[in-house]
C-alpha cells in the first residue's frame, strides 16, 4: 500500500466514524483497527486528531462544493436543482446502512469541542452553502417558480437547517422514508 492509499484510506475511514458515532466516539486505535494499521501509521500522517479533522473539513467541503456548484450552473429549472441539492443530503442518510449523517453536521453538534481552526471551518462550510442556496432561490424567485413568504436569507437558513437537522431526527427515527417525506414538505413550502 502507498502512502497516498494509506492516506485516503485513512480519511476514507475517519469520516465514515465520524459520520456514524461522532468525532468524540472515533478514536485512532478505531481507524487503526479498520484499515489494519498501527496507530503509529496515522500518526505519521495525521500527527494529531485536529490535524485529521482539518484535512476531513477540506477534502469534504471542495467535494461537496463541487456537486453543489455543478447543480447551480447547470440549465435546469430552480425546483430541480433544489431537489438536487437536496438528494446530496439524501444520499448520505441513504448510504450504507442509513445512520450517517453530514460531516459538517455531525462536527457541528460537537462545536463546542473543536479547536478554533475547525470551528471556523465548519461555519464556512455553513455559510458557503447559505449563499449559494440563496443564489438559487432567487433564481426561482425571477423564474416564479418559488413563491414562499419572506426573505430569501430565511429561506435559505430554514432550508439548511432543516437538511442537518433532519438528516439527524430521521436517522434516528424514520429513516431514509421519512426524510424523504421532509425534503418534499419543504420543497412544496418552498414553491408557495
Known amino acids: 500500500m502507498t502512502a497516498k492509499d494509506t492516506r485516503t484510506q485513512i480519511l476514507d475511514t475517519a469520516q465514515e466514524l465520524i459520520q456514524r458515532v461522532g468525532l468524540n466516539a472515533m478514536s485512532y486505535a478505531d481507524i487503526s483497527t479498520a484499515v489494519g494499521i498501527r496507530k503509529a501509521s496515522i500518526h505519521y500522517h495525521f500527527p494529531s486528531k485536529d490535524n485529521l479533522v482539518v484535512a476531513l473539513l477540506d477534502r469534504f467541503s471542495s467535494y461537496f462544493f463541487r456537486l453543489f456548484d455543478v447543480i447551480l450552473d447547470s440549465p435546469e429549472s430552480p425546483e430541480i436543482k433544489l431537489r438536487r441539492y437536496c438528494?446530496?443530503?439524501?444520499a448520505t442518510l441513504s448510504s450504507g446502512n442509513q445512520d450517517k449523517a453530514c460531516l459538517y453536521g455531525m462536527l457541528g453538534a460537537e462545536l463546542k469541542t473543536l479547536n478554533s481552526s475547525s470551528n471556523e471551518q465548519v461555519l464556512?462550510?455553513?455559510r458557503d452553502n447559505q449563499t449559494r442556496?440563496?443564489?438559487?432561490?432567487?433564481?426561482?424567485?425571477?423564474t416564479g417558480e418559488f413563491k414562499f413568504p419572506g426573505q430569501?436569507?430565511?429561506?435559505?437558513?430554514?432550508i439548511f437547517s432543516m437538511l442537518e437537522g433532519g438528516i439527524l431526527v430521521t436517522r434516528a427515527d424514520g429513516g431514509v422514508a421519512q426524510f424523504r417525506e421532509m425534503v418534499e414538505q419543504l420543497i412544496q413550502v418552498v414553491k408557495g
Open 87 to 90: 438528494d446530496l443530503f439524501i
Open 133 to 142: 442556496l440563496v443564489q438559487l432561490l432567487q433564481q426561482g424567485r425571477e
Open 124 to 126: 464556512k462550510f455553513y
Open 152 to 158: 430569501v436569507e430565511s429561506m435559505a437558513m430554514v
